[in-house]
Structures are given as C-alpha cells and as structure tokens.
C-alpha cells in the first residue's frame, strides 16, 4: 500500500518572533556565532526578517515593521505573543500539493501563498507550522557539500549542533498522530520525563531534525504549566548541544545574559528568555 504521507525532506528554520530585527539579529551573531546570510522585507505581511546559521540550524528572526497594524497578519500575531518563537518551517517538494493534502487530513491551512503557507497549531497538537516548497535566498545548504555544524566551530559559545527543537503541548497524541500520520516523521521514543516537571515526552525525526513534544501531567501549574497558559505557538526552547559548558557561560557572563537551570527541558542549562528577546535557548554537553 502506497505511503500517502507528507514527506519532509528537512525542518528549514525556526521563526522568533521579535519587535527589533536589529537586536535580535545582532544577539544571535554575538551570543551564538550566528553567520546571516539574508535579509528581506516581505510587504503582503509588512514585516523585515534576517536569516542566519547558528551551527547547522537556521534561524529567521522577523519583525513586523509596522507594529500596530492590525490588518496585517504578522504584526497580529506578535501583539498576541510578544517576542518568542513563532514557529518552525517543514520543507516539501510541492507546497500546492502539501496544501492540499493537509487540508484533505483535516488540517487547518492559513496565509496559503501557493508556495508557502501556515498550518494552525489546533490542527498539529499544538506548535504552528510554516510549509515551503522554495529554498531561502542564497542558502548556503543548497551549495555543494551543504551546511554543516562545523561551520559554527570556534565560536566563544562553543556550540556545535542543534540538539532538538521542544515542544510543550496539552494534546501529545493529537501531535504524534501528525507527525507521524500525517507528516511522515519517524517516532524515536516515547517515554517519561521529570525535566522539568513530571510529564510524558514524545522524541519525533522530522525530516534531519529531532522534535521533542512535551505534556506535563499537570498542565495548569509548574513551567510548563506556565508556558501552556499563555499565549503562545508551542516552541518551548532550542536546545543546542555545546562543546564546553565553562567557556560558553563565561562567554554569556561577558555579554551579561544571565544563565538558570530553571524550566529546563534538558540537563543543562538556559539563558534566561528575558535577556534573549523572549526566546528560550537550552545547551547540553
């Protein structure tokens, strides 16, 4: 029987969500070694964006450039959830056809460009989805040879790859059942956590990167609790995977972000999303 999946050949980016392109590109180019590559103003949306590589994972910072423009949908959807992760985007070969086969699954599609579009968060078990068939303006992983981690070695931060985007999610099967039914993602454990409070956790290959979606047995109260009580897309954190945790916290102490274990979904460490335009970064060794 012929796989009607949805293939995913890699997860392109990941959005945040921000009301100063400016700072947030620069904190990921000092923080992180972010290298950018790209910048655009995308006018249907009015809204500037800087794309970057911090390692092997890239990062669109976007701003909406008029801010109390309600009639646009970015600028909308940053009133609702302040600075933070926005989403993260699944690349497929055709994204009328992918279109069109999330909607036959069920699946609530929006700002539907033909060539990209958005599937809502109640329709995936919670985190928003960007779809897209085109590659990024002079991305450097459609060269030859790629883009690999290496390129982000050497950096103070002492980061080598992603680790894995988090998810927290009060439906985990609804998210398992898309992502493994519907997208054709593969389940590589599913299991208990107590990080950071008691709660069951779903690790999902999405194309050539790790998803972790978490549901905390209590989803009114403790971190994550807080988390599923505001508004937000799902994305918890980016956990990246460091080479020396001493070097990258005197390099974060240098930039004066504070660092906490607090909230972590790993056994490492956070700057706190307070000092990085509300966007939570996590690094293990």
């Known amino acids: 029987m012929a796989d009607s999946r949805i293939r995913v050949s890699r997860i392109i980016h990941t959005i945040h969500a921000t009301t100063d392109i400016h700072a947030c590109r620069l904190l990921y180019q000092d923080a992180l070694g972010g290298l950018v590559f790209a910048e655009n103003y995308f ?12 390692a092997n994972h890239m990062v669109e910072p976007m701003a909406p450039r008029t801010p109390d423009d309600m009639t646009k949908p970015f600028a909308r959807m940053t009133s609702r959830i302040g600075q933070s992760f ?27 460009y033909g060539i990209f579009f958005f599937v809502k968060a109640e329709s995936t078990g919670g985190v928003l989805l960007e779809v897209c068939e085109t590659p990024m303006p002079n991305d450097p992983y459609d060269r030859p040879g790629g ?17 894995h985007i988090a998810c927290v999610t009060r439906e985990i099967d609804k998210a398992l059942h898309f992502f493994t039914q519907v997208v054709a993602g593969e389940l590589l454990a599913d299991e208990r956590t107590g ?15 790790e998803v972790a979606f978490i549901q905390p047995d209590d989803t009114d109260s403790g971190p994550l609790g807080a988390f599923l009580g505001k508004p937000q897309n799902g994305i918890y954190a980016l956990v990246w995977r460091i080479a020396d945790e001493a070097q990258a916290r005197a390099h974060f102490d240098k930039l004066r972000l504070r660092q906490t274990r607090e909230g972590c979904v790993s056994p490492g460490f956070a700057i706190d999303p307070d000092d990085f335009l509300g966007a939570r970064h996590e690094f293990v060794v």
């Open 195 to 209: 990080l950071p409070q008691p709660g069951r956790r779903a690790l999902i290959r999405v194309g050539d990167t």
């Open 147 to 163: 883009w690999g981690p290496q390129v982000g070695a050497g950096h103070a931060c002492s980061v080598l790859r992603l680790d």
């Open 43 to 54: 006018p249907a949306e009015d809204r500037d964006c800087a794309l970057l590589y911090v």
């Open 86 to 112: 926005h989403s993260f985007e699944l690349k497929v070969a055709d994204g009328r056809e992918a279109s069109q086969a999330f909607r036959d699954a069920g699946a609530t599609v929006a700002s539907d």
